[in-house]
């Protein structure tokens, strides 16, 4: 039986991006790889933390996403809690039907 793939996203503030990218790097995910991008958030005033944000509406955040067998995500988020226990940390997983490199 062929393992399961799903993407896992995960979302933190930008002040705590590469505390995530040294877990990411260091766990399951280092070998396969995963990408890192900035990001713009929209939503509850109660997420905005700085003076700034407040002002623009806007949380400041950085996108974690990465390709992974679906057995390795509970272990990366158990991780990233236990290491990083902040809030504006979120995540969501969706399945990959398939992945591939096109060379």
């Not at 039986?1 to 896992?8: G, R, Y």
């Not at 905005?48 to 996403?65: I, P």
């Not at 992974?68 to 236990?82: F, K, P, R, S, T």
Request: proline share 5%; net charge neutral; glycine share 10%.
């Amino acid at each position: 039986m062929a393992k399961s793939l799903c993407k896992l996203t995960i979302v933190c503030p930008r002040s705590i991006r590469r505390h995530v990218r040294d877990i990411l790097l260091e766990g399951p995910a280092g070998g396969s790889g995963f990408s890192e991008i900035s990001i713009l958030g929209h939503g509850q005033p109660s997420a905005l933390t700085s003076a700034s944000e407040k002002v623009s509406g806007m949380a400041e955040n950085s996108m974690f996403q990465l390709v992974l067998n679906e057995g390795n995500v509970a272990q990366i988020l158990d991780e990233v809690q236990a290491k990083l226990n902040r809030p504006g940390l979120s995540y969501w997983t969706e399945p990959v039907l398939e992945f591939g490199i096109l060379s």
